[in-house]
């Protein structure tokens, strides 16, 4: 079984631009969740989606940062514009619908704002 | 505020010896703990969870013991391995909501030969 795919893996940006992150999700998993994870702390979810629609947002920038999922399967990830402290990895993750608990991670992208 | 407390960012144990890795909480609605394990340029993965309703969880090496009145956990691997140096995170489920996990800073365990 193929594991969660996140695309790029590193991306270097420099402030105020724009930057977008793409995760294709373990197969058949319903829940897709986008987590930020700054140096020295722990993940931190940003949003969740079961199949295409937002189930929780409520600690996503949203003067700043968009996800969709349009057809219930990958997800995109934006910032527009980028500040200093969004640098981070950011985490994708899977789960089906009934085991919630028990989430795949991707790789993660490590986002550097210069 | 932080709810989940890893107090110690770093471990160091030798090959063979008890690591034990320490996690404290303070919201009681928390009734259920994940602790997860993730290696250098990979994702978190999923290692063992523990129930409020016990205090002890054992799969393989790894033992979880839950105290509920301290709001304390712990995560003991007997005998620790150079693989299992990675960093450790403790992650409660958001409570009423079971889809939401609360991460801990996480602790790096180093095993060394």
């Known amino acids: 079984e193929a594991g969660v795919a996140q695309s790029p893996r590193y991306k270097i940006i420099e402030k105020r631009q724009s930057v977008a992150f793409w995760c294709n999700p373990i197969s058949g998993h319903a829940t897709l969740y986008w987590y930020q994870q700054i140096l020295g702390q722990g993940p931190k979810l940003l949003i969740q989606f079961q199949n295409n629609g937002v189930v929780d947002d409520s600690q996503l920038p949203k003067d700043r940062f968009s996800a969709e999922r349009l057809k219930g399967v990958d997800s995109t990830l934006k910032i527009q514009p980028a500040k200093l402290e969004d640098s981070a990895v950011y985490l994708c993750?899977?789960?089906?619908?009934?085991?919630?608990?028990?989430?795949?991670f991707g790789p993660g992208t490590r986002l550097t704002v210069l | 505020d932080q709810q989940v407390k890893q107090n110690s960012p770093s471990l160091s144990v030798q090959e063979g010896r008890i690591s034990i890795l320490n996690c404290d909480y303070t919201n009681s609605m928390f009734d259920y703990f994940l602790w997860y394990k993730k290696y250098p340029a990979e994702g978190p993965t999923f290692l063992i969870s523990?129930?409020?309703?016990?205090d002890k969880n054992e799969d393989g090496r790894f033992t979880v013991f839950l105290n509920k009145s301290a709001k304390h956990l712990s995560l003991h691997i007997v005998p620790s391995q150079p693989g299992d140096s990675a960093v450790y995170f403790c992650a409660p489920p958001w409570p009423g909501g079971y889809n939401k996990l609360i991460f801990g800073a996480g602790t790096r365990l180093a095993v060394h030969p």
């Open positions: 993750a899977s789960s089906t619908r009934d085991r919630f608990l028990e989430q795949f």
């Open positions: 523990i129930s409020s309703i016990k």
